[in-house]
């Protein structure tokens, strides 16, 4: 298969890999895709108390145009809102990586990530906000599988 | 010997030349599910016009049960086709054991030998080997040139694939490219002179890799029996780094891989699942061949770089971390997309 530079850049040079602390109040966490598929995402954020995404880490198992798309991805998202980061589209990362038609569903598995991380830091802020008074002791992500 | 275009026309020639001629009178056919897809195909186009084949199961180090085989010949078994050596994992089947137990059972033993010639001894007498496939390019001669095997005592009767001026005994009809013949008649010189000191060299490559690669590297399984098997085959699952980004990295090494994510299909080896391999482990394998031109210092430089480049992928594998973490992948509930 023949890739483009931009692919090849992100896999040679992939950007953001990482690992925040899943169990912070202000870091979503987004674990996508399965073991037996070839292809398992990871992939974090951290939002600012301005509501910016303030960093970003990605851990991907999958091909290089899986990397790649991650990586991206993570690159992307920085500094928006995380309203705005729920708008990427994995038509824009596929276009943008030039991803030959057979990888396409490894850009649906990095929109699939970033929108698990932003769901799951909704849920955290949620339940944040319930209970404001008593110290919540439950930082961890019910929603995944990483439990 | 019958010249044909390769092992792919060889095997199609045997298979189904044989089939067709005594389906008056038998109408099944043996195999295994880790034959090369021109078998298969073959076994499932005789499927379509009503002949029955059974499949083997291999065991998990690819090799075929010979008691499920003896079972599954009946007295409509026309002929039992296992390959010699299978191009995936280059594990080697009990063909002795196998061309006896045919011959107990009066049903024909035909064997796509592809892979083997050259590499291993081949003996149809000792081995009761009835029909045997070659191809020109495995064993370094010239490609679209193979041959078939087709025993005269007892003799073996075909229906010919291609008909006409009935060169090739009536088998295979067509004006033959002496070029390429000849090509394949000096490759097999070749090997079989070199065979023996070739097979050693081979082994001591083979140990020195697995060994390079076991040294700095966890998690490493091979696949197939180690024992049985041409030395100049590896097949090993890196374990939580998926096999298409691994071969993306070491771009001066020429393997391929059993992971989906190489393959236009997204289907992962069918070879390594008859194995019992699991799907996550059958994403992470590569093979890798040794040949004759393969060098120590080219086995070495390999090494370090299948070292680094798994090294590097696990570190950003999210399985690794769980691995580290101590977290079984297994139990946890993957959605399935
Ligand atoms: C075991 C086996 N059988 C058959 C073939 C087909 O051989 P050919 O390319 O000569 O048709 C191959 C090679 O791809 C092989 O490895
Ligand atoms: S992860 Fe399998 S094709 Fe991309």
Redesign the pocket.
Known sequence: MSYSEKLIDHYENPRNIGTLDKNSEDVGTGLVGAPACGDVMKLQIKVGADGLIEDAKFKTFGCGSAIASSSLVTEWVKGKTIDEAETIKNTDIAKHLALPPVKIHCSVLAEDAIKAAIADYRAKSAKKDDITDTRSDSGHEHAHPND | MIFTS????S?NLAIRGVAEFYKDRKNHVVTTMTE?K?VLDTCRHLEQSGFEVTYLPVQKNGLVDLEVLRNAITDRTVVVSI?AVN?EIGVIQPLEEIGKICREKKTFFHT?A??AAGKIPLDVEKMNIDLM?I????IYGPKGI?ALYVRRKPRVRLVPLIVGGGQERGFRSGTLPTPLCVGLGEAAEICAKEMDGEAKRLKKLQERMLKGLNDKLSDIVVNGDLEQRIPGNLNISFAYVEGESLMMGIKGLSVSSGSACTSASLEPSYVLRALGVEEDMAHTSLRIGLGRFTTEQEVDTAVDELVRHVNKLRAMSPLWEMAQEGIDIKSIEWAAH
């Open positions: 390769g092992a792919t026309e095997n090369h021109c390959m191009n796509d592809a892979q496939s191809s020109g390019h495995k193979g």
